[in-house]
T-cell receptor, first 110, second 115 residues
Framework: QKEVEQDPGPLSVPEGAIVSLNCTYS??????FMWYRQYSRKGPELLMY????GNKEDGRFTAQVDKSSKYISLFIRDSQPSDSATYLC??????????FGKGTRLSVIA | GAVVSQHPSRVICKSGTSVKIECRSL??????MFWYRQFPKQSLMLMAT?????????EQGVEKDKFLINHASLTLSTLTVTSAHPEDSSFYIC???????????FGPGTRLLVL
């Protein structure tokens, strides 16, 4: 079993839809959880950064972490065509390197 | 926010040549830098972790003699792909982290094409 599992998609939704992206993980030591957005041929851009369990909201984005289930989610409200990208979850324990999911390709259709 | 730059953004070279990629943290001191490789439609694969002034720690399967990493200052790390071959063609991305930890910041990536 890989440390971080993420469905690669592709996921296609109409403009305005609520998008739900998620990852599961196996290492209970993970404490820091991130979501990155990566456009084609660009470096990843940090969207959300959370520590331990709970919710965090930033504009149209909401990140949820459920450590008891080893499950994290990213919700995008009122999705826009400009949200079309690959979304990568990443996590780490302490001061260790990030472990990435495979990324989910999202297309928001106008 | 913090900015990390990479140079060059794209490089095409002949097989057998060496290529150096620079990663710079522009407005913060990066005690730790990470180098990743990403193949098309794949996730980021960590190659190595480097701490300023120390030897890099390479991930399993990454040849340290082929991918030379230097982290001589708190704002600059370099990755040199020695004797590059077509299978080394990939997207190389660095990430820089401040001493206090945090998520780190990614560079824009360098696309390497070896002919």
């Amino acid at each position: 079993q890989k440390e971080v599992e993420q469905d690669p998609g592709p996921l296609s939704v109409p403009e305005g839809a609520i998008v739900s992206l998620n990852c599961t993980y196996s290492n209970s030591a993970f404490q820091y959880f991130m979501w990155y957005r990566q456009y084609s041929r660009k470096g990843p851009e940090l969207l959300m950064y959370t520590y331990s369990s709970g919710n965090k909201e930033d504009g149209r984005f909401t990140a949820q972490v459920d450590k008891s289930s080893k499950y994290i989610s990213l919700f995008i409200r009122d999705s826009q065509p400009s949200d079309s990208a690959t979304y990568l979850c990443a996590m780490r324990a302490g001061n260790t390197p990030l472990v990435f999911g495979k990324g989910t390709r999202l297309s928001v259709i106008a | 926010g913090a900015v990390v730059s990479q140079h060059p953004s794209r490089v095409i070279c002949k097989s057998g040549t060496s290529v150096k990629i620079e990663c710079r943290s522009l407005d913060f001191q990066a005690t730790t830098m990470f180098w990743y490789r990403q193949f098309p439609k794949q996730s980021l694969m960590l190659m190595a972790t480097s701490n300023e002034g120390s030897k890099a720690t390479y991930e399993q399967g990454v040849e340290k003699d082929k991918f030379l990493i230097n982290h001589a200052s708190l704002t600059l790390s370099t990755l040199t792909v020695t004797s590059a071959h077509p299978e080394d063609s990939s997207f190389y991305i660095c990430s820089a982290r401040e001493e206090r930890g945090g998520s780190g910041y990614f560079g824009p990536g360098t696309r390497l094409l070896v002919l």
